[in-house]
């Protein structure tokens, strides 16, 4: 009789796993059929695989069987089968509800394709189980597997964004320890954790993050000074100093060390001797720090000190961090510069700035600017901020597509991607050697109109049905500019498509046979494929005497180290803290918030130019 019993026992017992393990073997026959229908164009292919092919997924994920489980494992990382149909497993392995789902989703995630792999993580973050330690070290361990720069930076954001969202005390605590020892010393790896560690704010980590601001990689060293930075450097701030000392430290970790400085009581002491420092680089730097305390009168007395530095980056530097605020000791100081400073070029910028934040225009009449402000000191308040603009002051007759140009060490960096090939509208069916400029209309467009002559010079402009090449118009804009600069201007010209050549190696004078130089490169330009505009922009500021910059492509960035706006953004705004260059910019045939974005931040002014 036990027999019989335990005999029935087992058969209940079994019945259903052989049930299940038939319909496992029915539904995987079913997703084989269901896979030779994801034919056709690639980017068609996950929306033929979200209907054929994860339907079965979400069943086969449904029986929730050891089987099951391993099944769906073994097909995630099957380089036979399409990644289309690989990138629809996780969402399907973490639905059947098994403790070893996450573990499995984690184990060989570096190895796979990165739709997959993308894929796979985002089912983690938005997985509703925190990962327990293990998980979290597992995932850790798979970064370091590089196939490129730009898949490496995808991991770490993605592994980031994972890890950020575990609410698992353990495993938070051990993100603030442990686990720097279980990176391995891998840059990857030891970069998530930095990162966690300022956006968690993990106050445990702050001795960890210390020992890799000396780090051999500067992003590494540039992540840890910003987690310090959000958890607070009180505890930190000579070991920042000591970094910011370090000879041949990243302009990029000097300027976050010294902004997370300024952040505290005690590194503001540090921030304003920097102020002061021998080194120039250093007090570059600083003007751009000791900006975010406005409300702290050393550090604006330190800052408008700056307008008056021996070094003409600081200087610029200076001026440029002011253009962010609005303190009443700055209209005095600007005032001095118009009196006392002896580059024009430098008197027109902070006149600008006087005339944008004062409400009134003496133009560079120090004298009246001083009369007027003694007797408006005492009650002056700032114009409110719709009332402020971009206030162009027209010291010049000379300009480049509608922004005046008042530097006499200047850069042109000019886009000859196949782009400019196109054909945008004239006003006219030939266009002179000479034309005149209309004023920039307050919709912020350029328009030059023709000369009233009508025979064609030779050098002139292709026109057919009213339309002309960009790159015909640019270099006849550039031809236009060459010829009207004073002698004693400096001048570079870089054109860029998927690389750049600069015309010189730095600037050069157009006295002498320069300005004919310069005209027969312009004359010899030609246009290529591609646009790497963030390569160009970092060699043009490389050159110590340019001070001023004019942008100008058609297209968004395609090639070079960045591509991404908001990472050329960030890097520029970074490279620019030592030298304070003004950045004009000007979008041919189509509108851009990079380059607006690139003028406003770095004190230029931005044109659309939609016709000629």
Same mark, same amino acid.
């Given at each position: 009789?036990?027999?019989?019993?335990?005999?029935?026992?087992?058969?209940?017992?079994?019945?259903?796993?052989?049930?299940?393990?038939?319909?496992?073997?029915?539904?995987?026959?079913?997703?084989?059929?269901?896979?030779?229908?994801?034919?056709?164009?690639?980017?068609?292919?996950?929306?033929?695989?979200?209907?054929?092919?994860?339907?079965?997924?979400?069943?086969?994920?449904?029986?929730?069987?050891?089987?099951?489980?391993?099944?769906?494992?073994?097909?995630?990382?099957?380089?036979?089968?399409?990644?289309?149909?690989?990138?629809?497993?996780?969402?399907?392995?973490?639905?059947?509800?098994?403790?070893?789902?996450?573990?499995?989703?984690?184990?060989?995630?570096?190895?796979?394709?990165?739709?997959?792999?993308?894929?796979?993580?985002?089912?983690?973050?938005?997985?509703?189980?925190?990962?327990?330690?293990?998980?979290?070290?597992?995932?850790?361990?798979?970064?370091?597997?590089?196939?490129?720069?730009?898949?490496?930076?995808?991991?770490?954001?993605?592994?980031?964004?994972?890890?950020?969202?575990?609410?698992?005390? +353990?495993?938070? !605590?051990?993100?603030?320890?442990? #686990?720097?020892? %279980? @990176?391995?010393? =891998?840059?990857?790896? &030891? /970069?998530?954790?930095?990162?966690?560690?300022?956006?968690?704010?993990?106050?445990?980590?702050?001795?960890?993050?210390?020992?890799?601001?000396?780090?051999?990689?500067?992003?590494?060293?540039?992540?840890?000074?910003?987690?310090?930075?959000?958890?607070?450097?009180?505890?930190?701030?000579?070991?920042?100093?000591?970094?910011?000392?370090?000879?041949?430290?990243?302009?990029?970790?000097?300027?976050?060390?010294?902004?997370?400085? +300024?952040?505290? !009581?005690?590194?503001?002491?540090? #921030?304003?001797? %920097? @102020?002061?420092? =021998?080194?120039?680089? &250093? /007090?570059?730097?600083?003007?751009?720090?000791?900006?975010?305390?406005?409300?702290?009168?050393?550090?604006?007395?330190?800052?408008?000190?700056?307008?008056?530095?021996?070094?003409?980056?600081?200087?610029?530097?200076?001026?440029?961090?002011?253009?962010?605020?609005?303190?009443?000791?700055?209209?005095?100081?600007?005032?001095?510069?118009?009196?006392?400073?002896?580059?024009?070029?430098?008197?027109?910028?902070?006149?600008?700035?006087?005339?944008?934040?004062?409400?009134?225009?003496?133009?560079?009449?120090? @004298?009246?600017? =001083?009369?007027?402000?003694?007797?408006?000191?005492?009650?002056?308040?700032?114009?409110?901020?719709?009332?402020?603009?971009?206030?162009?002051?027209?010291?010049?007759?000379?300009?480049?597509?509608?922004?005046?140009?008042?530097?006499?060490?200047?850069?042109?960096?000019?886009?000859?991607?196949?782009?400019?090939?196109?054909?945008?509208?004239?006003?006219?069916?030939?266009?002179?050697?000479?034309?005149?400029?209309?004023?920039?209309?307050?919709?912020?467009?350029?328009?030059?109109?023709?000369?009233?002559?009508?025979?064609?010079?030779?050098?002139?402009?292709?026109?057919?049905?009213?339309?002309?090449?960009?790159?015909?118009?640019?270099?006849?804009?550039?031809?236009?500019?060459?010829?009207?600069?004073?002698?004693?201007?400096?001048?570079?010209?870089?054109?860029?498509?998927?690389?750049?050549?600069?015309?010189?190696?730095?600037?050069?004078?157009?006295?002498?046979?320069?300005?004919?130089?310069?005209?027969?490169?312009?004359?010899?330009?030609?246009?290529?494929?591609?646009?790497?505009?963030?390569?160009?922009?970092?060699?043009?500021?490389?050159?110590?005497?340019?001070?001023?910059?004019?942008?100008?492509?058609?297209?968004?960035?395609?090639?070079?180290?960045?591509?991404?706006?908001?990472?050329?953004?960030?890097?520029?705004?970074?490279?620019?803290?030592?030298?304070?260059?003004?950045?004009?910019?000007?979008?041919?045939?189509?509108?851009?918030?990079?380059?607006?974005?690139?003028?406003?931040?770095?004190?230029?002014?931005?044109?659309?130019?939609?016709?000629?």
């Amino acid at each position: 009789m036990l027999f019989l019993k335990t005999a029935l026992f087992l058969l209940l017992l079994v019945a259903p796993c052989a049930a299940r393990a038939d319909e496992l073997t029915s539904l995987v026959r079913q997703y084989k059929a269901s896979l030779k229908k994801v034919t056709g164009p690639i980017n068609k292919r996950s929306n033929l695989v979200a209907t054929h092919v994860a339907p079965i997924l979400d069943k086969i994920a449904a029986l929730s069987t050891s089987n099951s489980e391993r099944w769906l494992a073994a097909e995630l990382d099957n380089s036979g089968t399409s990644p289309q149909a690989r990138a629809a497993i996780p969402g399907a392995l973490l639905a059947g509800g098994t403790e070893n789902a996450a573990r499995l989703l984690i184990s060989g995630l570096g190895r796979r394709p990165p739709g997959v792999q993308a894929a796979s993580f985002r089912m983690l973050q938005f997985n509703e189980s925190s990962l327990n330690v293990e998980e979290a070290k597992l995932l850790l361990s798979q970064l370091g597997v590089r196939k490129s720069k730009a898949a490496a930076r995808d991991q770490i954001e993605l592994c980031v964004a994972v890890l950020k969202n575990s609410k698992n005390e +353990a495993t938070r !605590a051990w993100l603030a320890g442990d #686990a720097y020892d %279980s @990176a391995g010393g =891998k840059i990857d790896r &030891l /970069r998530v954790l930095a990162r966690l560690a300022g956006e968690l704010k993990l106050s445990a980590a702050r001795d960890q993050l210390v020992e890799l601001l000396g780090h051999r990689s500067r992003e590494l060293a540039i992540s840890a000074i910003e987690a310090l930075a959000r958890i607070g450097v009180d505890g930190s701030i000579d070991e920042i100093s000591s970094a910011l000392d370090r000879p041949g430290t990243d302009i990029r970790l000097r300027a976050r060390a010294l902004d997370a400085l +300024a952040g505290s !009581a005690g590194g503001m002491e540090f #921030a304003i001797r %920097s @102020a002061a420092s =021998k080194d120039p680089e &250093l /007090r570059a730097i600083a003007m751009g720090s000791l900006s975010l305390r406005s409300g702290d009168p050393r550090a604006m007395k330190a800052l408008l000190a700056g307008l008056n530095d021996k070094d003409p980056s600081v200087c610029n530097v200076a001026l440029q961090s002011l253009r962010s605020l609005r303190i009443k000791p700055m209209l005095g100081a600007l005032i001095a510069v118009l009196a006392n400073h002896t580059d024009e070029s430098f008197k027109v910028k902070a006149l600008e700035l006087l005339v944008n934040v004062s409400g009134q225009n003496f133009g560079l009449a120090a @004298a009246d600017w =001083k009369k007027w402000w003694s007797a408006s000191e005492a009650a002056f308040e700032f114009p409110k901020q719709e009332e402020e603009g971009f206030t162009s002051v027209k010291k010049y007759d000379l300009d480049y597509f509608g922004i005046e140009v008042s530097s006499k060490r200047l850069g042109l960096v000019v886009d000859i991607s196949s782009s400019m090939r196109q054909l945008v509208a004239v006003k006219t069916e030939s266009i002179e050697e000479d034309e005149e400029e209309e004023a920039a209309g307050g919709d912020g467009r350029t328009r030059v109109a023709p000369a009233k002559k009508k025979k064609k010079k030779p050098g002139g402009i292709v026109v057919k049905d009213g339309k002309a090449m960009k790159i015909d118009i640019l270099k006849k804009e550039m031809t236009r500019l060459l010829k009207k600069l004073p002698a004693d201007t400096f001048l570079n010209m870089i054109s860029f498509d998927a690389t750049f050549r600069p015309w010189q190696k730095a600037l050069q004078p157009l006295k002498g046979k320069g300005r004919a130089r310069a005209l027969s490169y312009v004359a010899r330009i030609t246009t290529g494929s591609g646009t790497n505009v963030f390569d160009t922009l970092e060699f043009a500021l490389k050159d110590k005497r340019v001070d001023t910059i004019y942008l100008l492509t058609d297209g968004l960035p395609t090639r070079g180290r960045l591509t991404a706006s908001e990472a050329i953004l960030k890097e520029i705004k970074l490279l620019n803290r030592t030298r304070g260059i003004t950045i004009h910019t000007i979008a041919f045939g189509a509108e851009s918030n990079l380059l607006r974005q690139l003028a406003e931040q770095n004190g230029g002014q931005y044109r659309f130019v939609d016709r000629y």
